[in-house]
């Protein structure tokens, strides 16, 4: 079983992707609209990788919501 970190980078990555998918995004386009590196998303959306708080804050805001809404949506 995962730990802790593993289980919240794997919850905030599907998170992520539904989020992004309601909006009809490609990872291409959020990574333009976040200014954030296309393998980047990736690694994020698969839970390989937590992202940091500027991170979350920059594909929050990517979304059109706040970081605290992304973040409760992932309830983390």
């Not at 959020?30 to 296309?38: F, H, I, N, R, V």
């Not at 937590?50 to 309830?75: P, Q, T």
């Amino acid at each position: 079983m995962p730990d802790r970190a593993a289980k919240l980078q794997l919850i905030f990555g599907e998170t992520l992707r539904t989020e992004r998918l309601a909006r009809k995004l490609t990872q291409e386009q959020l990574a333009e609209k976040a200014d954030l590196s296309l393998n980047f998303i990736g690694i994020v959306e698969r839970g390989e990788q937590m992202a940091s708080l500027d991170s979350i804050i920059r594909l929050a805001e990517a979304l059109k919501m706040s970081g605290a809404e992304l973040l409760a949506k992932a309830r983390l």
